[in-house]
């Protein structure tokens, strides 16, 4: 059975850090992409990171400077380093996997339940 479950959200100031964890269990983990996507309130989900299964990382503009993700394939583990965080990362963090296209959202077949990030003064 596929598991994705993440963990580390928090309530954090403007400028903390957060680091995110999603544990996967129950699929090749090296073979699949494992992205973390967000979704505030009243908007849609976006990607946020993604960390191929061949070292590739994809990354949308907003993470720059600030984020960082990483895979550690030995403990099927993905890592999402958030730092300078602002009151528009609120959202609830999302973690996916895909065989297919990595930047294809609607390819990831299996999705964790979320961990919510608010950053708030």
């Known amino acids: 059975q596929v598991h994705l479950v993440e963990s580390g959200g928090a309530l954090v100031q403007p400028g903390g850090s957060l680091r995110l964890s999603c544990a996967a269990s129950g699929f090749p983990f090296e073979d699949y992409a494992i992205g973390w996507f967000r979704q505030a309130p009243g908007k849609e989900r976006e990607g946020v990171m993604i960390a191929g299964p061949d070292g590739i990382i994809y990354d949308m503009p907003f993470t720059k400077d600030r984020f960082t993700i990483s895979r550690d394939n030995a403990k099927n583990t993905v890592y999402l380093q958030m730092n300078s965080l602002r009151p528009e990362d609120t959202a609830i963090y999302y973690c996916?996997?895909?065989?297919?296209?990595?930047?294809?959202?609607?390819?990831?077949?299996?999705w964790g339940q979320g961990t919510q990030v608010t950053v708030v003064s």
């Open positions: 996916a996997a895909t065989f297919n296209s990595p930047l294809n959202w609607d390819e990831y077949t299996y």
